[in-house]
């Protein structure tokens, strides 16, 4: 049985990756703004509201998702990535 779990990015406090059974989530402080499911075949999701909504957010979001802001308006662009309701 695979169990939830919280870790602090960078040791930094406010900025989460939250682990589910079924996948990953990127929390900045109340509000989630990434998930990237285990399966390969769903897209990853981005809160449509809050996804760039500050420095620190989109510095943490790029660490999470191991990209730059270009690379990831892009794939939005793209339809890789989805924008969502996450909150």
Partial sequence: MRT???????????QFRIWTKDGMYFQSYNSIICFIPDRRDKPILL?????????T???????FLAETRTETEKKIKEGTYK???LN
Avoid: F, M
């Fill in 4 to 14: 939830t779990r919280v870790e602090n990015i960078n040791n930094q406090p406010n």
């Fill in 47 to 55: 809160d449509k509201d809050v996804w760039n909504y500050s420095r």
């Fill in 57 to 63: 957010t989109s510095k943490y979001r790029n660490i």
């Fill in 83 to 85: 924008l969502v309701d």
